[in-house]
């Protein structure tokens, strides 16, 4: 219906491709942001395991970590929005940062 043979309905042309220095920026700032994760989960399981978190430290650490590494997928595979993206990423941003704060003043 109105499509051409082998064309796709999911190509869009009213938004324009973006270029690739962008693309390559947000990826590189997923994947800081996934590495940074990790590293706080590292340093928070250590805290855990040794008896030094408050018992609200492990709920705090586990939601925010899955929150953010969601957002920061979600964010990552989201292109074509650049808006919604930059939203997710920054959204993780301030989770990671929240919990690195929180992680560094555990005793």
Do not use: C, N
Not at 2 to 14: C, E, F, P, Q, R
Not at 75 to 84: Q, S
Not at 85 to 98: C, S
């Amino acid at each position: 219906m109105g499509t051409k043979a082998g064309s796709s309905s999911l190509s869009d042309h009213s938004h324009p491709r973006e270029s690739s220095t962008r693309q390559l920026g947000r990826s590189a700032w997923a994947t800081l942001l996934g590495a940074s994760w990790l590293a706080v989960a590292l340093v928070g399981l250590s805290a855990i395991r040794s008896g030094q978190a408050p018992g609200w430290y492990e709920p705090m650490l586990v939601g925010s970590g899955l929150v953010g590494i969601a957002s920061a997928a979600v964010g990552f595979l989201i292109t074509r929005r650049r808006r919604v993206t930059v939203a997710l990423l920054l959204t993780a941003t301030a989770l990671l940062a929240a919990a690195a704060g929180v992680t560094a003043a555990t005793p």
